[in-house]
């Protein structure tokens, strides 16, 4: 009792708000001998005390640390009322919380009402430094604390107190400064595209929306809003929250919308309510919206067919079966070293890692299952079976991770299942697709082979040896036990990888991401948006597609700038005859090539009109791999220990982590 707490030799400033009171107290306990040489100074020599101290604003770390100006954000009114204020609360929320909320957001002395909002930050090091935390994941406390913890180990005093309502204000400033940033940059935009989709995260529902767009010849996708969703999740309802937001960040969004990326889900794609269809009908007259479905999602669907038919489904059942008594087996996870990962059937991405792991630790799976003995487990044949499936897998797993980069264009993402069909003929000698005349001519009775139906699109075929060769061609063991299976049980396992090898063959090459009104597939080529695809153009076709987005150009561009875009044109396709650096373009560039590295090299700036229009048409969204991936950083960042997180924070969070970026534009 009494003991004294130890005397900390940290720098610390008298900053508002601070108790007078405390001042004397302080100045005893921390500065005993200035205080009583001041004590007992005549009142003349107390008026002349401090002047040779050095006040905190001269001191040189304070101006070659932090003193790097301030920040004074003029954020539009409707970002503010519209966005922050009506869409983030409701009226359950009550004016108490709006108003902490917006508290940072202040009308200037001399703006009208309707004009704008002023955001004044003092302290600017402190602002980034928060901002670049919660970006790498801190949660608000645990910036705080990082800030202190800086201030402290690195003498930056300047840097101040930092808590946990700082935080949150400065987070909600980078959602209103990235808000306003949007609307600066889509408002120069002839054409921008959308990705959206609805989920519930951690009982939270919530609208995201996610926007594409080029710039100076870089292709930019970036997350707009993640919005409280308060009823179900209808189209009407999606639709409501979509246009509240293009109406304040994109004004002309009617006139400048090229595409929408969705799912596939009835409420995305219903033709009478849904929300791409109510899109549609609600843009400017003579525009088309064009509709792209998931890739990623659309074969994950045809995968998933071609599984369910293995062997009658009794593979999957297997599969299930045995993944639970694994993950219950502690002694034997402990032996391993790790627990078998679980298959999911919202994302069919999970097998290929279940296989994996099971072909990995085959013999010492089997070995504890033979000892056991489960009523689970799986004959030789079926082990026979996974093994082939594994390899299919693998390669079905960089599709997928190829379709979920953030810059893949739509053409991209055919060549992708393209070269996916490709490996499987390679893989397991699947034919290649089958004409007409070859599907008339096939007799199953002299070429023992497997079939698609022959009224699909594309038809293809595998015989039984090469199935056999692929097999027996997945190791050794898979060599014995296919010697050493009966004959029934091995033709079984044949005629279930020819079907599912056909299957999966013959849904990939139907997959179409574009779509019409009707939500039937357009099969004709995607946009061009690449410089060597516009120098393989002829001017008539180059024309046709000009006027085909005559519309959209017509709401930004003048017709003296469109008539300079189709001058640039002949211009490219004249030095792509006549000059060296070009003649090796269709060597150089290719469909992989990234929009910015195919527009580099001076090329955006010799044909800027050429490149402001491809970066329109390249800012369509091959799917919605980028709206999902923010709903599990969502997930992770709306956890069980931070249910109370408000919804604008939430989504300023992930604002933060795409401040820098954005703002650097």
Known sequence: MGQKRKS???????????????????????????????????????????????????????????GDGQIFLNIDSDIVDVIISDLFFNPEDGEEKLESATRIFTRPANADEDDCYAVHIKQTKLFKLVIEYVALGASFRLASCQVAAAREQLDLGYLGGCN??????????????????????????????????????????????????????????????????????????????FEKVMDVVVWCWKDTLLSAS???????????????????????????????WCGAHQLDLVFQKAVSKLCDDTFYHALTALIGYLCRQFNFIADVGGKCPKVATTRWL???????????????????????????????????????????TTEVDVLF?????????????????????????????????????????????TQPRFMSPSDSPVVFAISTDNIVSFIRGRGSYATTKAVRLDA???????????????????????????????????????????????????????????????????????????????AEHRQLCTAAFSERQFKSMPEEQDDSMLFEKAWGGGLAERFPLLCEFSGGLASTYPGTSRVESDFSILGVEKNAYQTSLMDLSLDGIMHAKQFSELQAI
């Open 350 to 392: 999970s097998l290929g890692r279940v296989l994996k792991w099971l072909t990995l630790h085959r013999a010492r799976v089997m070995a504890y299952l033979d000892e056991k003995n489960p009523v689970c487990k799986p004959p030789p044949a079926w082990w026979l079976t996974a093994i082939a499936v594994e390899d299919v």
């Open 8 to 66: 900390i030799l940290t720098k610390k400033y008298f900053k508002a708000p601070f108790q007078p009171i405390l001042y004397q107290q302080h100045h005893e306990s921390q500065h005993p001998h200035q205080w009583a040489k001041y004590n007992s100074a005549s009142d003349d020599v107390k008026l002349t005390f401090f002047d040779d101290a050095v006040p905190v604003v001269n001191c040189i770390t304070l101006h070659f640390e932090g």
């Open 164 to 241: 946990e309502a700082k935080v949150s204000s400065f987070v909600r400033v980078a959602l209103a400064a990235n808000m306003q940033k949007f609307k600066e940059l889509l408002a120069n935009c002839w054409a921008f595209s959308v990705a959206f989709d609805s989920a519930t995260v951690e009982g939270l529902s919530l609208f995201d929306i996610r926007i594409r767009f080029a710039f100076k010849g870089r292709l930019f996708c970036f997350h707009l809003l993640s919005l409280p969703m308060t009823g179900r999740h209808t189209g009407q309802n999606m639709y409501n929250l």
């Open 488 to 566: 029934d049980s091995f033709d079984s396992i044949v005629s279930s990888l020819r079907v599912m090898l056909v299957d999966l063959a013959t849904g990939i090459a139907m997959i179409c991401p574009e779509h019409d009104n009707n939500n039937e597939a357009i099969h004709d080529e995607p946009l061009p948006c690449l410089l060597f695809a516009f120098a393989a153009l002829r001017e008539s076709d180059f024309v046709h597609l000009v006027i085909k987005m005559w519309s959209r150009l017509e709401s930004k561009w003048n017709s003296s700038k469109i008539d300079s875009l189709e």
């Open 401 to 445: 991770k190829t379709l979920q980069g953030k810059h893949l264009l739509v053409q991209q993402q055919i060549n992708a299942f393209s070269i996916f069909i490709l490996r499987l003929h390679e893989l397991a000698h699947l034919v290649e697709p089958l004409t007409s005349v070859q599907v008339q001519t096939f007799e199953p009775a």
């Open 262 to 292: 969705l799912d596939g889900a009835r409420n995305m794609t219903g033709h009478a309510r849904g929300i791409v269809s109510l899109i549609s009908r609600n843009i400017s007259p003579n525009r088309t919206l064009l509709r792209t």
